[in-house]
């Protein structure tokens, strides 16, 4: 069974440009996460889906970043404008329920800005 | 929304030796608690869990045990080899929400 697929692996950008990163979750997942984890701090979560749906965005600074889960599989998440702060390595897991259950993760990808 | 603390932050045996890592949490609703292993460059990986139903559960050398009336889980490994060096999280949850992760304990085993 194939992982959880993101890229890119490392991303380096100046503070107020745009970045995006894409996450293919594991086929038949219909719970998709995006966490966001600073350097020696535990995962924290930014956005979750069912599906195409929003089911927890609460968390998500939303003047600047945003998600999408393309047709309930594919999902990209955004960042416009980047600051200093948002320098971190950005995971992306899925499981097959809502919560309850295991959820698998991607390499992450590390994003620095500076 | 859920608080989750873990103890300790760091946790440093000898090969051989056993560690145990505690986590408390907040939210009485929580019925699901998994442990996660994350290796340098990696994504968090599940390596046992447990539900509210059940007060322990082994895997080899690794187990969880569950205090639900006290709110804390722990996970317990038994004769630690130097690849069980990693960041373990403790994250527990209820059906229809995210993990939510403590932040971490850093276990190094030395042989």
């Known amino acids: 069974e194939a992982g959880v697929a993101q890229s890119p692996r490392y991303k380096i950008i100046e503070k107020r440009q745009s970045v995006a990163f894409w996450c293919n979750p594991i086929?038949?997942?219909?719970?998709l996460y995006w966490y966001q984890q600073i350097l020696g701090q535990g995962p924290k979560l930014l956005i979750q889906f069912q599906n195409n749906g929003v089911v927890d965005d609460s968390q998500l600074p939303k003047d600047r970043f945003s998600a999408e889960r393309l047709k309930g599989v594919d999902s990209t998440l955004k960042i416009q404008p980047a600051k200093l702060e948002d320098s971190a390595v950005y995971l992306c897991?899925?499981?097959?329920?809502?919560?309850?259950?295991?959820?698998?993760f991607g390499q992450g990808t590390r994003l620095t800005v500076v | 929304g859920e608080n989750v603390e873990q103890h300790p932050s760091t946790l440093s045996v000898q090969e051989g030796d056993s560690a145990v890592i505690k986590c408390t949490y907040s939210d009485s609703a929580s019925n699901y608690f998994p442990w996660y292993k994350q290796e340098l460059g990696k994504g968090p990986q599940l390596i046992i869990d447990i539900r509210s139903n059940v007060g322990e559960k082994k895997d080899q050398r690794i187990a969880v045990t569950l205090n639900k009336t006290a709110k804390h889980f722990s996970l317990h490994i038994t004769e630690t080899q130097p690849e069980d060096s990693a960041v373990y999280f403790c994250a527990p949850n209820q059906a229809g929400t995210a993990l939510i992760f403590g932040k971490g304990t850093t276990l190094s085993v030395s042989s």
């Open positions: 086929s038949g997942h219909a719970t």
């Open positions: 897991a899925s499981s097959k329920g809502q919560g309850n259950t295991e959820a698998f």
